[in-house]
């Protein structure tokens, strides 16, 4: 009886974590995909570069990355 609560308790952290990482990487990619679109129409027509659009490029794309681990790790693994 209590294990059953407990266990469904879990499921609904479990879910609501990966709703949370779900929506947070999607909310990485608009800026992302700006970023970039940005730095390569400036390098390819303008002649401009910059350092700090390919790091801010880097780290929204590994944000974006990291934020979808925990759902998938979450739905890989078997309660028991």
């Not at 800026?31 to 570069?49: A, E, H």
Request: a positive charge; glycine letters at 4%; one cysteine or more.
């Amino acid at each position: 009886m209590v294990v059953e609560r407990v266990r469904s308790a879990a499921l609904r952290v479990e879910e609501a974590i990966g709703w949370v990482c779900k929506a947070a990487a999607w909310a990485t990619l608009p800026p992302l995909i700006g970023v970039t679109i940005y730095d390569v129409l400036g390098r390819q027509y303008f002649n401009t570069s910059s350092t700090r659009l390919m790091e801010l490029e880097w780290h929204l794309f590994l944000a974006a990355w990291v934020l979808r681990r925990p759902p998938l790790i979450l739905r890989s693994r078997a309660l028991p």
